[in-house]
């Protein structure tokens, strides 16, 4: 750890303040290139303690920049995990105010909910498909709180991978019943096809962004417990929304997931 305990409290109640206000902010290594990566899950993990002191509800974990799509998009190269709170959650075909919000993109995302609890180092694709319960579709809303969209891995980790809100719907399968791999994703933007991929696009198998996260967790001492619901990550590029878009993902096999924005 490069910053001291007090900095990383400022830092958290920096940038959780900018999400609840929806005000964007200069990316945090500007300030601190010397931060390292213990550093910047210390600063999620303060807001995530700092949710949880309000008495939200932590109810998901989330893989980001798991496809080869989003790491080009944002210029770099390896996961990140961060976490979803219960006021993030929006049924399916809700309205989203995003006067709450930044500058919101909208990704489509494979879901697993898991049945055992799964723990690294050594967590693989094997051991997550024994462990998964069932599948499901979602929508995730991410909302950057650095000005335009613009950040390095340590600052987006510390920003709670800009999760935002989210949306999960659809039909839920079990596994067995899906290939995960050759799951065919559509998103379309206001009647038109805006991006499209199969499952394969997250790490080469999203069972795979899910080991990630048990290795990652096991690394610090802790592990997926079962009854977890993950998003895996972004399966194409995220798409930028206003006011006014209705957003349909089909998943192939797990039915539509739908929302609009307000
Ligand atoms: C970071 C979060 C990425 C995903 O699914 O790839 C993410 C970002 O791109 O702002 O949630
Ligand atoms: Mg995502």
Redo the contacts with the bound molecule.
């Keep these: 750890m490069a910053l001291d305990k007090n900095t990383i409290l400022g830092l958290a109640e920096h940038l959780e303040t900018a999400e609840l206000q929806a005000h964007d902010v200069t990316k945090i290594t500007d300030e601190y290139p010397d931060m390292d990566w213990a550093d910047a899950y210390a600063i999620q993990d303060e807001i995530r303690r700092r949710k949880e002191a309000r008495g939200q509800k932590t109810v998901g974990l989330?893989?980001?920049?798991?496809?080869f799509a989003?790491m080009k998009q944002?210029g770099v190269d390896v996961p990140?995990f961060g976490f979803v709170s219960d006021y993030m959650s929006r049924p399916e075909g809700a309205a989203i105010a995003v006067k709450e919000l930044i500058h919101p993109k909208v990704?489509a995302?494979i879901c697993v909910v898991t049945k055992a609890p799964l723990r690294g180092p050594g967590c693989h694709v094997g051991a997550v498909m024994a462990a998964i319960d069932f599948v499901l579709p979602g929508v995730?809303v991410?909302d950057?709180r650095y000005r335009d969209?613009k950040f390095d891995l340590k600052s987006?980790i510390a920003d709670n991978?800009?999760a935002s809100r989210f949306v999960v719907g659809g039909r839920a399968r079990n596994v067995e019943d899906v290939d995960l791999r050759t799951l065919g994703v559509v998103m379309e933007k206001n009647g038109k096809i805006v991006a499209m991929a199969a499952g394969a696009a997250v790490l080469g198998h999203p069972a795979a962004a899910v080991a990630a996260l048990a290795n990652h967790l096991g690394a610090r001492g802790q592990e997926i417990p079962a009854g977890s619901f993950i998003?895996t990550?972004?399966v194409t590029e995220?798409i930028a929304v206003q006011a006014g878009d209705h957003i349909a993902v089909r998943f192939q096999d797990l039915g539509t997931v739908s929302l609009r924005f307000a």
């Design positions: 989330k893989c980001g920049l798991t496809s989003k944002m990140v990704e995302e995730e991410i950057s969209f987006v991978t800009s998003m990550g972004g995220a």
